[in-house]
């Protein structure tokens, strides 16, 4: 008589709820050691060094990236999303930075808007987020030590640059210490249950402009308000009857609105670039990108442009982005906003910028930074 396969034993469920028990007894034990190793190096830093100087942008990019190796190289069922890896230690990284006092990080506020979406986003929860009411107040609160670092909006995919925010650099002495990229999804909320309910629409221009095709389509015929924030927005829709808001998650929970419509944003992949600025640069992370101010000078000489562009072709050095903005100095100047694979430290960087530098009327790199990591 064939013998009959024996049927695999599931473990019992209080088996696994021990075993359960006891990784997270060593995920603890790990952790308490891995915030008492970063005090260490914190004490190494000396008496004198600030929580300011602790924060390493670049080591938090390498990290981030070692972490999505292994997570790649053990890929099976069962294993944490991408997103997931890295958000994880992202707060066990700012839990540990935070032990002593939380970084100050300054945003486009008030609370509840996508800019403290994307401080939390890169710092962690731990970090202590400062609202401030427009993004020439972030800048002033950096530069015064008021706070450590700045978040603030530079461009989104579907409408283009923030130019308040290109501006701001040209005044300016702040460095571009990082990048954010934000999925943005933009959600239709109010007191209301119904959207013949509605009778106006409040949101910040971007976010009206990211659903234009939506409103269109489904409330033509209702009032259209600009605000300067989506968070004002939801205020409004919180305290007027018949006003709904376009806005993130965040600012319906922050304001206890209903969301009527979901993911209203014309196109799927709809991100906001978000720098965090600061008052030093910092060293590589290996996967970099640099920011550069440059002007040709009030010129009309054919090629003045190609001129400055031209080391950066014969370096092989890749340009992923150029934004022009009068300069503020005289009518019909203009400055370039460059963004560049790679940093000031790197070779072929070096050389490109040595030897545009030395072609350009005004020169200024902005930031070498880690690239946002997911």
Not at 103 to 117: A, C, N, V, Y
Not at 318 to 328: M, N, V
Request: aromatic share 6%; charged share 30%.
């Amino acid at each position: 008589m064939a013998s009959r396969k024996k049927k695999k034993v599931q473990p019992a469920i209080e088996d696994l709820r021990g075993r359960i028990d006891e990784v997270d007894r060593r995920l603890h034990a790990l952790l308490n050691e891995r915030a008492r190793l970063a005090r260490q190096v914190g004490v190494s830093k000396g008496k004198k060094a600030r929580l300011v100087d602790f924060y390493r942008p670049e080591r938090e990019a390498q990290v981030l990236r070692m972490a999505l190796e292994r997570n790649a190289a053990s890929r099976a069922s069962g294993t944490l999303r991408d997103e997931e890896v890295v958000r994880l230690f992202r707060e066990i990284m700012s839990a540990c930075l935070a032990q002593e006092e939380p970084l100050k990080i300054g945003f486009l506020g008030p609370e509840g808007t996508f800019s403290q979406t994307a401080v939390y986003k890169h710092f962690g929860h731990s970090a202590r987020a400062l609202a401030l009411a427009t993004i020439d107040e972030v800048f002033h609160e950096v530069e015064a030590g008021h706070a450590d670092f700045g978040v603030v909006p530079i461009e989104n995919s579907t409408e283009g640059s923030v130019n308040h925010t290109l501006d701001r650099f040209l005044i300016s002495s702040l460095r571009i210490c990082g990048e954010v990229e934000l999925r943005i999804r933009q959600n239709l909320m109010g007191k209301m249950r119904r959207l013949h309910e509605v009778k106006r629409i409040c949101s910040h221009p971007q976010s009206l402009a990211q659903c234009r095709q939506w409103l269109q389509e489904h409330l033509s015929d209702v009032e259209i308000i600009a605000e300067s924030s989506n968070a004002e927005a939801a205020r409004r829709a919180r305290d007027e009857k018949g006003t709904a808001a376009i806005a993130g998650v965040t600012a319906a929970e922050v304001y206890g609105l209903t969301i009527l419509a979901a993911d209203i944003e014309d196109r799927a992949d709809n991100t906001t670039r978000f720098l965090v600025i600061g008052r030093r640069t910092f060293g590589r992370s290996g996967t970099d990108r640099t920011t550069l101010m440059v002007s040709t000078g009030h010129t009309e000489a054919p090629g003045a442009l190609y001129s400055l562009l031209e080391p950066l072709a014969k370096n092989k050095v890749s340009l992923t982005r150029i934004e022009s903005r009068p300069s503020q100095r005289r009518n019909w100047d203009y400055v370039f906003f460059i963004d560049l694979e790679g940093h000031i430290d790197d070779a072929p960087v070096a050389r490109a910028l040595e030897r545009l530098k030395s072609k350009a009327s005004l020169y200024r790199v902005l930031g070498s930074y880690p690239r946002a990591v997911l």
